[in-house]
């Protein structure tokens, strides 16, 4: 391991990779002293789909783009680069996927840089072995594992902390691409190595882990952690740009259950006694943050499986008419749906299942937030779930004509209404769910990962 020493910089150029940033950020950050860059690759924020296909969210252009900039700024620098949750769960093709566009952004720069990869994708026949053991344990709300569930998955991953990351630094790394890993283990992992204490570290970590979110504007780009023996500080890489004491206090209520503490693989960040100081009119220096270590480390594992698949049709309604009773009329159009799809296909309402959103009345939060005037216009979105693409696909288009001139229990005539595309069905293919929320102990921190340390 290398010596501790006095303090650390780490620099985050945005909150994920793909997202875009000034280039400009990047180079001043690398002014400012940056000893590593860190970006996450990935989350769950956008729903079970990307992990259950294993694909990405993001553009490899996108994703092209930020990396050849940082690629550069941590060759010219002599400093590593760190990605987690790497194409955009964190699967096992999402990191090979990110490091082919890595491999040939090196090979076009001519940059020589050893690069390593670290896999987190989980097999279901392991997983069972740990669960007999009694090694697997439920988070609120999920229950108890059933092994079927574990087999249903398509895929699986465990979330790693910063062990594996230091790992593969340690052995030689400039450049690791991970697999599913916490936000803020990416940022977490090269101060750690280095000896920094591991309160301010994490919190640090936590902070930045969005990049410039945590400033007073974050589409600026990112942001500077300096982490020393007693705290950190952070500014933006933006010069116009500032943090805050509020706006650096308010990250930790990002994504946490608790604002005073986040759960990590390893233990725990405790921030209540942190304090956090303007040192000028951009940059804020945060002390008093602790991390317990748990008495058990724990690997966290997220996994998606196929529920169905989806058939989706959109429409739009101008008639002030049905406007002005557009709860009615979507009552009908349910009923009308339900009926037709008996008579038409003789399917049962349990062989198919649909949903009607009303963009522009009550899409978003339906009845918790009652309207109490007509809109100007609505968009109905109907949205068919059925076990196979056909079934989803054949009971959207039963709803097509209902759709385009469904008339109110009142009319005397037929509405014209507007779908938005043509075909009106959108088939959407297959539908998928979350279903693991469960942690599993281990007896090592990196047990459950792969490390393969490229040529130099």
Known sequence: MTAPRDSVRILVPTGMLGGGFPPETVTRGLE???????????????????????????????????????????????????????????????????????????????????????????????????????????????????????????????????????????????????????????????????????????????????????????????????????????????????????????????????????????????????????????RVRVEGSRFELADQHTIKLEGARITGYETMSFTAIRDPHILGQITTWAALLRKMITEWVSGTLGLSTDEYAFDIRLYGHNAILGDLDPSDRPPREVGVMLLVSAADQQTATAVAKVANPLMLHLPTPDMDYLPSLAFATSPAEIERGAAYEFVLNHVVDVDSPTSLFRIYLGEN
């Open 32 to 282: 400012l002293g940056a000893d590593v860059i860190a970006v996450d690759g990935g989350s769950t924020d956008s729903g079970p789909y990307y992990l259950g296909s294993g694909t990405a969210k993001t553009a490899a252009a996108a994703v092209a783009r930020d990396l050849r900039v940082l690629l550069r700024a941590a060759a010219t620098a002599g400093i590593p680069l760190v990605v987690g949750s790497c194409g955009t769960s964190g699967t096992d093709s999402g990191v090979d996927w990110v490091a082919g566009i890595t491999r040939g952004i090196l090979a076009e720069e001519g940059l020589d840089l050893r690069v390593a990869t670290i896999y987190s994708e989980q097999r279901a026949a392991d997983l069972k072995e740990h669960l007999g053991r009694g090694q697997v344990h439920p988070l609120p709300p999920a229950g108890e594992l059933d092994p079927a569930t574990l087999e249903s998955c398509r895929h699986i991953v465990g979330m790693m902390g910063h062990e594996p990351i230091v790992s593969a630094l340690a052995a030689g790394a400039d450049v690791v691409l991970a697999g599913r890993a916490t936000d803020t283990a990416v940022a977490a992992a090269y101060p750690l190595m280095l000896g920094m204490p591991a309160g301010p570290t994490w919190h640090a970590a936590k902070i930045v882990e969005c990049g410039g979110q945590c400033t007073t504007n974050p589409r600026a780009g990112g942001v500077l952690a300096t982490i020393d023996a007693t705290g950190f500080t952070i500014e933006p890489l933006d010069p116009t740009v500032a943090c805050t004491p509020t706006s650096v206090a308010a990250h930790m209520l990002y994504e946490t259950v608790n604002p005073f503490s986040m759960r990590e693989p390893a233990g725990t960040i405790m921030v209540a006694d942190a304090t956090y100081r303007a040192l000028d009119d951009r």
